[in-house]
C-alpha cells in the first residue's frame, strides 16, 4: 500500500468501495433536481385546476342563491318545482365544474411524463460524459 493510503480509500481519501464517483454523484443530483422541480411545477398546476373547480363551485351557490330568491314570490307547488330547479341547476354547475377540473389535472399527466423522461435522458448523458 502506498504511503498516505488507507485500505478502501483512493488517493484523494475519498471511499472507493460502494460509491459513485464525483461526476456521476452531480448528474445524479441535477436529476433529482429536475424531477423535483417537475414534480412541483405539476403539483402547482393540480393546485390551480383545483382551485378553479372550487371558485366555479362558489359562482354556482352565488347563482343558486339568486335562483331561490327568484321562487320566493311563488306558492305552493310552484315554489316547490322553482327551488326543484334551481338545485338542479346548481347540482349541473357543479358536476361541469368537476369534470373541467379532471379535464385540467388529465391533461398534465403525459407532459409531467415527457419531462421525467428527459431528466432521466440528460442524466444518461451525463454519465456517458463522466466516463
Do not use: W
Amino acid at each position: 500500500m502506498g504511503s498516505g493510503q488507507r485500505q478502501g480509500y483512493g488517493e484523494d481519501g475519498g471511499a472507493t468501495e460502494g460509491r459513485k464517483p464525483l461526476c456521476e454523484r452531480q448528474c445524479d443530483v441535477a436529476h433529482d433536481m429536475c424531477k423535483g422541480q417537475a414534480d412541483l411545477l405539476q403539483a402547482i398546476t393540480r393546485s390551480q385546476c383545483q382551485l378553479n373547480e372550487r371558485m366555479t363551485r362558489l359562482t354556482c351557490n352565488e347563482t343558486l342563491a339568486g335562483d331561490l330568491s327568484a321562487c320566493a314570490p311563488s306558492c305552493g307547488a310552484a315554489q316547490k318545482q322553482c327551488e326543484h330547479d334551481a338545485k338542479a341547476k346548481r347540482d349541473q354547475c357543479f358536476k361541469m365544474a368537476h369534470e373541467i377540473r379532471d379535464t385540467c389535472t388529465k391533461a398534465l399527466k403525459d407532459p409531467h411524463e415527457q419531462t421525467k423522461h428527459a431528466c432521466d435522458a440528460t442524466r444518461d448523458a451525463c454519465h456517458k460524459m463522466c466516463k
